[in-house]
């Protein structure tokens, strides 16, 4: 049988139960009345079978015209008892004439109406508590479960651990539930016939499909699928979005203490959900907490995000040093709302000026320095080569600089898994910082640690908010290659495991590399597919998916480390240190003071030959013809 088949089975057999419990209502009332006043009248028989029959058929009427044959007994609550006492006062007014125009009520005992109703409710509602009692165990739930009147319905998918937390936050709200969940879904198909918190569990993930289609029948329409805790992992995720997206019904985030059990768009980094790491933030507090810290780039998505993190941890004083006026003030203004309390300056400046530069450290005197400032669109720094240059490598150069003149005890570098085997002026920049920067460290007392990862999820420039407008605008969806992988983390998670590789070093006079746990890389076109499914639509029949080739610089895969370089654990669950022996040719101060003079005067060709020749593995493209 189908689900559309088994929903009008159940919906005919309500129906069936309710018009019956009508007429034997009916039959009773009138029975007991007459017994009650010394007898029948005459016409008795053929009166009470037209009373009967008449109630029988307006309340079948009326509980149809009003839907309840729709309410699914073992989902009853308050907003359903109300529908049923509204439909048995309709089946009352539609009674009276009915009867009036057939004998005017001549031998009726008129207060039969109300004895009916009573018994009829009474039956009603005794059939719909024995179902909740048997499903959920809460019987009363039918008077006391509160909805808010336009809340959504929707079908829930937890872990069984983590579903009563969520059900328990939706009845915090002072007026009401603001989402009816219908039902459950356990991921693994556990406790499958059983009830959390008085929501059925019907089945598992691979139920979803048939589940659905059920209540879309049983409700007129479709629910949403609420996802909530660890069913939004990778693994359960694509066929929850595919399930969704063939019935055309969207998927919401729904979680215990969220805005008194609000349903909330699926975030694309939730998408790529992992299990959640256990992070030790003593080190870090010890670390940040009392101390002075200094963020470039601190306007950014990497850098606002470090900086948020930091000032959690209860700074002496916290500094943000950005060449972008806006994004600076939006940083300033949200940090200054989150964290009142905590001193925050901000400094328009650029690190490519060393004279600004120096003076805000200076002025800053900070402990540790976090540098996240760079120039990072891919084909962009193709076409502005020089910038690329005077920003990530005499910017990161000019930070180390200023950093050991001011006595500032550890610097951390933000770098990228593009700065392995460099196909693009952006990668080779950066690996070239890494390299200047590690020579510094080593000729001063600076500790300096460096971390390499991959994309940030819905940074500026990134995939994700291109994907979002293009799906807004109904397509198409362009990808560069449908075979490109990227790794992928949020930035919540990058920024903590940047701060947590700041505690590790602290050697003065080293600088040491680390690699973030980036998980599996993700395809471009399956991460695109994930994001239209999340709008309740399918990849290539409401959304076209385009392929437009890649873009200049850019590459196939990524990687993390060179094939030379050995990772190994350090305590710290996410992060690896790189082992890998830098060495410097004698004349390497030389060659970058004429890279960057190359770029200072705007030199391209020479400025990418240079580059080249500090970056060995780094073939510009007209080299690799």
């Known amino acids: 049988m189908t689900p559309r088949d088994e929903a009008r089975r159940a919906m005919a057999i309500t129906l069936g139960f309710d018009t019956g419990a009508a007429g034997f209502a009916m039959a009773v009332a009138v029975s007991s009345r007459w017994l009650s006043t010394g007898g029948a009248p005459p016409n008795a028989l053929q009166s009470g079978l037209m009373a009967t029959a008449t109630f029988a058929l307006v309340g079948l009427a009326s509980f149809y015209l009003l839907r309840v044959h729709r309410q699914v007994w073992r989902h009853s609550g308050w907003t359903d008892a109300v529908k049923i006492i509204q439909a048995v006062g309709l089946a009352t007014l539609m009674f009276l004439p009915v009867m009036f125009l057939w004998n005017r009520l001549i031998g ?75 039902g459950l879904l356990e991921p693994d198909g556990a406790e499958f016939g059983r009830a959390i918190r008085g929501v059925p569990v019907m089945g598992g993930l691979d139920d979803l499909g048939k589940v659905l289609d059920l209540l879309a029948v049983r409700y007129g329409r479709t629910p949403l699928v609420a996802v909530s805790g660890s069913a939004r992992e990778r693994q359960y995720m694509t066929q929850i979005l595919e399930e969704a997206a063939n019935r055309k019904t969207e998927v919401m985030s729904l979680d215990a203490g969220l805005d008194g059990g609000a349903m909330l768009p699926v975030r694309p980094a939730d998408l790529l959900k992992r299990r959640e790491r256990v992070l030790d933030s003593r080190p870090v507090a010890n670390l940040i907490e009392g101390s002075r810290v200094f963020v470039t780039g601190g306007g950014g998505t990497i850098g606002s995000e470090l900086a948020r993190q930091c000032a959690a941890m209860n700074p002496d004083l916290l500094t ?149 407008r293009q799906i807004a605008a109904g397509g198409p969806v362009t990808l560069t290659h449908p075979d490109v992988t990227r790794y992928f983390m949020t930035v919540e998670e990058a920024s903590a495991l940047v701060l947590q590789s700041a505690t590790h070093n602290g050697a003065p006079g080293t600088s040491s590399l680390y690699v973030l ?41 990524e990687m993390l480390t060179y094939n030379h370089e050995e990772v190994h654990a350090i305590g710290i669950e996410g992060i690896y240190k790189v082992a890998s022996e830098q060495q410097f040719a004698n004349d390497f101060d030389e060659e970058l003071d004429e890279l960057l003079d190359h770029a200072r005067n705007r030199r391209r060709e020479e400025a990418i030959m240079s580059l080249s020749k500090l970056v060995p593995e780094y073939k510009p493209k007209h080299m690799r013809e």
Request: glycine share 6%.
């Open 517 to 557: 746990d980036m998980g599996e890389p993700i395809r471009i076109k399956a991460l695109a597919e994930a994001m239209i499914r999340l709008k309740g639509l399918v990849p290539g029949r409401d959304i076209e998916i385009r392929t437009t080739g890649l873009r200049a610089g850019e590459k196939m895969h």
């Open 108 to 182: 009726f005992p008129r207060s039969a109406i109300l004895i009916a109703d009573v018994v009829w409710l009474a039956i009603i509602f005794l059939g719909r508590m024995i179902a909740l009692g048997r499903s959920t165990r809460r019987p009363f739930q039918i008077f006391f479960s509160r909805v808010q009147p336009n809340a959504p319905i929707a079908l829930l998918i937890s872990k069984s651990i983590e579903a009563p937390a969520v059900l328990r936050s939706l009845n915090q709200d002072d007026k009401g539930a603001k989402v009816r969940v219908l």
């Open 320 to 468: 943000l040093f950005d060449s972008s006026e806006y994004n600076l003030y939006e940083a300033d203004l949200s940090l200054r709302s989150e964290f009142p309390n905590v001193r925050i300056q901000s400094e328009l400046g650029d690190v490519r000026d060393d004279i600004r530069l120096g003076r805000a450290i200076r002025d800053a005197d900070p402990d540790v320095i976090i540098h996240a400032a760079a120039l990072k669109h891919v084909p962009l720094m193709e076409h502005n080569v020089c910038e690329a240059i005077l920003t990530n490598v005499g910017g990161a150069v000019k930070t180390a600089k200023a950093a050991i003149a001011g006595d500032v005890a550890k610097m951390v570098f933000v770098s990228t898994d593009k700065a392995v085997h460099p196909d693009n002026v952006m990668g080779a920049t950066k690996r070239l910082a890494e390299i200047a920067v590690t020579r510094h460290a080593r000729a001063s007392d600076l500790a300096v640690s460096m971390v390499r990862f991959g994309n940030v999820l819905g940074s500026s420039g990134s995939v994700v908010p291109l994907f979002e």
